[in-house]
C-alpha cells in the first residue's frame, strides 16, 4: 500500500525549532516531488515547500523562507522539513504530499491539487 506517515509535530515555544518528517512506504521517491504544506481551520492549505529528489531542486513560501529547510534522506526514504526560529504564525496543522514528476515546477509549491499521494497531518503549535 502506498503510504506517506508524516511525523515530528508539537508544542514549541516562539524562537524554537522542530523538525518534521515524512517517510514513504510502498514506493521509493525517485521520480517524484515531494511538498509540505499546511492548514490552519478554515483555511485553505498552502504550500511551505517543495524538493525534488532527482535533482534536489527545492522552493519555499517566502513566509518561511531562511527559517525552515527541506531535505531528503535517499536511504530512509524520508524527506525532512527542519523548521528553526519559529513564529505563532507557523502554527498549523503540517501535511507532507509526493507526486510522479521528475521536472521542477513552482507551481507545485501553491497547487496542493497537483498532488496525489498525502500523508495524515501533524500538528504544530508555536506559543507566544
Known amino acids: 500500500e502506498v503510504q506517506l506517515q508524516a511525523s515530528g509535530g508539537g508544542l514549541v515555544q516562539t524562537g524554537g525549532s522542530l523538525r518534521l518528517s515524512c517517510t514513504a512506504s510502498g514506493f521509493s521517491f525517485d521520480g517524484h516531488v515531494i511538498g509540505w504544506f499546511r492548514q490552519i481551520p478554515g483555511k485553505v492549505r498552502d504550500g511551505v515547500a517543495c524538493?525534488?529528489?532527482?535533482?534536489?531542486?527545492?522552493y519555499y513560501d517566502d513566509s518561511v523562507k531562511g527559517r525552515f529547510t527541506i531535505s531528503i534522506d535517499r536511504a530512509k526514504n524520508t524527506v525532512y522539513l527542519q523548521m528553526n526560529n519559529l513564529k505563532p504564525e507557523d502554527t498549523a496543522v503540517y501535511f507532507c504530499a509526493a507526486e510522479r514528476d521528475s521536472n521542477p515546477n513552482i507551481m507545485y509549491l501553491v497547487r496542493p491539487s497537483y498532488f496525489e499521494i498525502w500523508g495524515q497531518g501533524t500538528l504544530v503549535t508555536v506559543s507566544s
Open positions: 524538493i525534488w529528489k532527482d535533482d534536489g531542486t527545492t
